[in-house]
């Protein structure tokens, strides 16, 4: 696909999905953007938002997070599932803060990918809504699934569909086209049952325009 017609695909989307300020995970700073992007992790985002409030609470700081006994954390954020394994890196991730970068979520990729837990995704993540920093594209599922089948790349690697992104799209729009396509994911393009006759984007997709085909339409 060329940069045109996936921008033409990126405008179109925008258009139903016009609020680009919007957190799906409801944070109020890098701290918790941070951890509330590690515990989303095979999870929705609404069980993220009502056990976050009590973690926090409890510990609200990266000094409080990384002094913290595992099985404390463990059991706060058990509803998200994985809970072990999140509260090993949600706790290793405040250490390594705590001690190498002053108390402070570091604004910069390579720093981010330091910390137990974070992979690009997260700190694509981390970086544009705490820092207004756009480093690259998060690839999360929707997006993953969305790139393969609209055609924007042909990759089943998250981390060669971000590069094909990033070589479609203007380094302004890096973070907001993860919006986009998270929306339209969630909304009509279905990993199962995609709802292809309401989508606004049916012509320029491979998918849409294959079943287009096959359907004789």
Same mark, same amino acid.
């Given at each position: 696909?060329?940069?045109? %017609?996936a ?6 989307l ?5 609020h680009?300020? %919007?957190? #799906?995970?409801? #944070?109020? $700073?890098p701290?918790e953007?941070?951890?509330m992007?590690i515990l989303?992790a095979? +999870?929705?985002d609404?069980?993220v938002?009502r056990?976050?409030?009590l973690? #926090?609470?409890r510990?609200p700081s ?6 913290a006994?595992?099985e404390d954390?463990?059991e706060?954020i058990r509803? %998200?599932?994985?809970?072990?394994? &999140? !509260?090993r890196?949600?706790?290793? @991730?405040?250490?390594?803060i705590?001690? *190498? ?5 570091p604004?910069?990729m390579?720093?981010?990918?330091s910390?137990?837990?974070?992979g =690009?995704? +997260?700190a $694509? /993540?981390?970086?544009?809504?705490? #820092?207004?920093?756009?480093a690259?594209? !998060?690839?999360?599922t929707?997006?993953r =699934?969305?790139?393969? *089948?609209?055609g924007?790349?042909? @990759?089943?690697d998250p981390n060669?569909i971000e590069q ?11 973070g907001e086209? +993860?919006?986009v396509?998270?929306?339209?994911? =969630?909304?009509?393009c279905?990993? =199962?049952?995609? !709802?292809?006759? /309401?989508?606004?984007? *049916?012509?320029?997709c491979?998918?849409? +325009? @294959?079943?287009a085909?096959?359907? &004789?339409?």
């Open positions: 696909m060329d940069s045109k %017609t921008l033409l695909i990126y405008s179109r925008l258009s139903i999905y016009p680009t300020e %919007t957190h #799906f995970l409801t #944070f109020s $700073n701290y953007c941070l951890v992007t989303s095979q +999870t929705t609404l069980t938002n056990v976050a409030p973690l #926090f609470e510990y990266p000094e409080a997070l990384a002094g006994e595992p954390v463990e706060l509803p %998200t599932g994985f809970y072990h394994t &999140k !509260a890196h949600i706790i290793g @991730s405040a250490l390594v705590v001690e *190498r970068f002053s108390g402070l979520v604004n910069r390579e720093e981010l990918l910390l137990p837990g974070v =690009r995704k +997260t $694509n /993540i981390v970086l544009h809504h705490s #820092f207004r920093v756009n690259g594209v !998060a690839v999360d929707h997006v =699934r969305l790139s393969q *089948r609209i924007l790349s042909l @990759s089943r060669q094909d992104l990033i070589r479609l799209y203007p380094q302004a729009l890096w086209i +993860t919006y396509l998270i929306r339209h994911g =969630r909304e009509v279905d990993a =199962r049952r995609p !709802a292809c006759d /309401i989508c606004i984007i *049916r012509d320029l491979d998918y849409g +325009t @294959s079943e085909r096959e359907k &004789k339409i």
